[in-house]
């Protein structure tokens, strides 16, 4: 029987395509064989990440994903370019740039929905580039989306038991064998389970499509969880989502990292981000320019510079007539000419990519 093919090309058979799940997992996707420590015995990351230098690329105690050299281009435009970057085991980095820095490319890289021109990833030792996104996410790195991904035409029910692999039903030969029933009713088990820890359990029975856009953020936060994940990296998780259920995603995110679970989020609220990030990674123009405590980077002048602009500081000066003058009439010809600049590079490239289809 020929191995499946993924979409990048690679039709090596996958060890983990034939996983069972069983109920010797915990609420949370840990898979209770991890002989490591009890959460009461977990080092706290944050006094982990206590003597590391705050610079781009630094090493970490205990990288549990390591980038090096990543870059991706579009028509032109480098979208991320990473020397090296390390995520710490067992904590929560968040991950911030203004718009366009690059931070979504990256986590598509990284989760194996984009491919790099150059580079490598690696996970706990095992290289992640060439892995298309249903193997990245059975060796245990998952990812949620900005704008969610669950199954409208579905019930909520019938969208956590997508979420679980290694499902024997799904396989010609293990269909016709009895033994999927029982394990099918497992995986709904822990669906209930999971459903009722994000206070869905409810709304089980419902189409996801009639879910409010915060309920569907913690769908897919606990469908991400039916994967048994070690990594889970959330994009933007708190994005339209009303106040007060933001408290409830960030209840669930810290519990991620109090269950042994590594977070890597993508978000634009600082608030946020002070509240439950052990380290921040900044990025501006795809590169990572700081990384640091929360509190280390509201003085890190790169920091301000890639959201305020290296001009923050310059008093502007106008005439009567609303007219800049001197270093700010400077100051705007040098703007406008970087964005013509842009905007010509910008047409160049479509055109470029238009001949080349």
Request: a negative charge; zero cysteines.
């Amino acid at each position: 029987m020929a191995a499946d093919r993924g979409p990048h090309g690679d039709d090596s058979p996958d060890s983990t395509d034939d996983t069972e799940i069983t109920r010797d997992t915990a609420l949370t996707g840990a898979d209770t064989t991890d002989t490591g420590n009890a959460p009461a015995d977990r080092p706290d990351p944050g006094r982990a990440l206590a003597g590391v230098s705050p610079e781009p690329g630094v090493a970490k105690p205990d990288a549990v994903l390591t980038v090096d050299g990543v870059t991706r281009t579009f028509g032109g435009l480098t979208a991320v370019d990473v020397g090296h970057l390390e995520f710490q085991r067992g904590a929560i980095t968040g991950l911030i740039g203004p718009n366009g820095a690059g931070k979504t490319t990256l986590f598509n890289l990284l989760t194996g929905f984009d491919r790099a021109d150059s580079g490598s990833w690696v996970y706990d030792g095992t290289p992640l580039q060439k892995l298309p996104p249903h193997r990245v996410a059975r060796r245990g790195v998952v990812r949620t989306f900005q704008l969610t991904k669950a199954l409208a035409g579905m019930t909520v029910i019938e969208n956590m038991r997508l979420g679980a692999t290694g499902q024997r039903g799904e396989s010609f030969l293990g269909a016709l064998f009895t033994g999927w029933g029982a394990q099918e009713r497992q995986i709904t088990e822990r669906a209930h389970e999971l459903l009722a820890r994000f206070k869905l359990d409810t709304k089980a029975d419902d189409l996801a499509g009639s879910l409010s856009g915060g309920q569907r953020k913690l769908l897919e936060m606990a469908r991400a969880l039916m994967m048994q994940p070690k990594v889970v990296m959330l994009d933007e998780p708190m994005a339209g989502v009303n106040p007060a259920l933001t408290q409830s995603l960030l209840g669930h995110v810290k519990s991620l990292r109090d269950e042994g679970m590594s977070v890597v989020f993508v978000e634009h609220d600082m608030d946020v981000i002070r509240d439950i990030s052990d380290w921040v990674v900044v990025m501006a123009q795809g590169q990572v320019i700081a990384e640091g405590p929360p509190a280390a980077l509201s003085s890190n002048q790169a920091v301000v510079d890639a959201y305020l602009g290296a001009h923050h500081d310059q008093v502007l000066e106008f005439d009567a007539d609303g007219n800049p003058v001197g270093e700010t009439a400077d100051l705007v010809a040098e703007m406008e000419a970087e964005e013509l600049g842009e905007a010509e590079h910008g047409r160049d490239a479509r055109s470029d990519e238009e001949k080349r289809t």
